[in-house]
Nanobody, 124 residues
């Protein structure tokens, strides 16, 4: 299984970006998908997750109301729409896949597969 994240870039505060994560393989629809981020000098932190069918979504408090996670199982892709971006959102964003499906969504060590990361830089 390979994950390819894209969509990062430089944006001004208040702007928007949409991240995408394309997943290879035929079992994407079975995976819980998550987004994590890691800012310079900080640990990797949970951002958002979505269950296999898209029926449940999870967010860290700092992005609630600004970020939206979604998925298209026909395209094997998960998205993270990021609006009202703030400088503190600056980080490398990683997508991850969990094949176990037990909804332990906020723990990075629970995920089985990881993408390479895409850099988001928000200028003030």
């Amino acid at each position: 299984v390979q994950l390819q994240a894209s969509g990062g870039g430089l944006v001004q505060a208040g702007g928007s970006l949409r991240l995408s994560c394309a997943v290879s393989g035929r079992t994407f629809s079975n995976y819980i998908m998550g987004w994590f981020r890691q800012a310079p000098g900080k640990e990797r932190e949970f951002v958002s997750a979505i269950t296999s069918g898209g029926g449940n979504t999870y967010y860290t408090d700092s992005v609630k109301g600004r970020f939206t996670i979604s998925r298209d199982n026909a395209k094997n892709t998960v998205y993270l729409q990021m609006n009202s971006l703030k400088p503190e959102d600056t980080a490398v964003y990683y997508c991850a896949a969990d094949k176990k499906g037990l909804h332990v969504v906020r723990l990075s060590s629970w995920y089985d597969y990881w993408g390479q990361g895409t850099l988001v830089t928000v200028s003030s």
